[in-house]
């Protein structure tokens, strides 16, 4: 068998590879990160084709990147998504309108006999299926991206009114608290309050990370929960309250906001791409 040669075989004395991510392998996932950084210019305002996904320590896959695309990838992401508050809720709108396509799209398929339609049919389907994908996949890559810029910056700017303070947990806690919670954050919230079956029918897909991965079974869900202690409800701290406890200035302010409302953004990125997982991919697949 004839390999290919890379795209980028010309540039190679050039490439300093900066390891990314090392995670289970997943073909789609791996699929995803290659394809979206190199071509999805209308997300990504600097991509690059400098990349490789290869075998990392037992079933993981490892992505790498050139060190100097990267950078510059990373600013370019921040210039155009968390340079200020209105990008950012721009941003927030957009993930969460291309996520709910995602999923009523996967759902649709959950209920559709695909071996009804024509081939033609089958193809437009998956093409759409596809599309959306890839759209909301965008914001899981650059939401992942993102996340430590963020919460670097945030962190530089909080220090200064922190520094000597015996309470610095409590004050990031009430700073950074998500308005939402992601799935797994409410699952933690739930359990306690809710019958068994009503949790396992609603967070059953939450393992689903790719194709090959399966939902949890009642076994598999009970053993997961049983670490869970049930959450006591304590009296918290407001956001508007801590700042001004802290006297934080106007500007501090804005971005603090900023990194706030990218805490549930970052942890809700895989709700959509694993809940989708679980109603379509095998199924579509399985007919193609």
């Known amino acids: 068998m004839n390999i290919p040669d890379p795209i980028f075989k010309k540039d190679l004395n050039k490439i300093s590879w900066k390891k990314i991510y090392e995670r289970e392998y997943g073909v789609q996932y791996s699929e995803v990160a290659v394809s979206l950084l190199a071509f999805a210019k209308y ?14 320590e037992g079933s993981n896959s490892a992505f790498y990147i ?22 950012l809720e721009k941003y927030e709108k957009q993930f969460l309108l291309d996520g709910r396509n995602y999923l009523n799209l996967a759902k649709k398929i959950s ?4 071996e009804k339609l024509s081939d033609k049919q089958l193809l437009s389907l998956f093409l759409d299926h596809q599309d959306k994908r890839n759209r909301y996949s965008c914001f899981a890559w650059s939401a992942f991206i ?44 739930e359990v306690g309050k809710r019958e068994f079956n009503y949790l396992y029918e609603k967070f ?12 949890w079974t009642k076994e598999e869900f ?4 049983k670490s869970f202690t049930k959450v006591v409800n304590k009296k918290e701290i407001s956001f508007k309250k ?11 302010l804005q971005y603090l906001d900023m990194a706030k409302r990218f805490v549930y953004i970052k942890d809700a990125r895989d709700d959509f791409r694993r809940e989708s997982v679980f109603y379509s991919n095998k199924k579509i697949l399985k007919v193609i």
């Not at 997300?43 to 400098?50: C, D, E, G, Q, V």
């Not at 919460?151 to 998500?178: M, S, V």
């Not at 308005?179 to 409410?186: D, G, I, T």
């Not at 059953?204 to 939902?215: A, E, F, R, V």
């Open 204 to 215: 059953k897909w939450l393992p689903c990370l790719d194709i090959h991965n399966k939902p």
């Open 66 to 87: 050139d060190d100097r695309s990267w950078i510059k990838l990373v600013e370019g992401l921040n210039k155009k998504y968390t340079a200020n508050v209105k990008q």
């Open 146 to 189: 993102l996340n430590n810029y963020v919460a670097d910056r945030a962190t530089a700017i909080l220090e200064p009114y922190i520094k000597g303070r015996g309470d610095k947990q409590e004050i990031i806690d009430a700073l950074f608290r998500p308005q939402k919670r992601a799935a797994v954050l409410q699952l933690q919230y």
């Open 242 to 252: 801590m700042i001004k406890k802290l006297k934080i200035k106007k500007k501090d």
């Open 43 to 56: 997300h990504f305002p600097i991509t690059s084709l400098a990349q490789i996904v290869i075998p990392g």
């Open 111 to 114: 209920i559709s006999n695909l």
């Open 222 to 225: 009970k053993e997961h929960i």
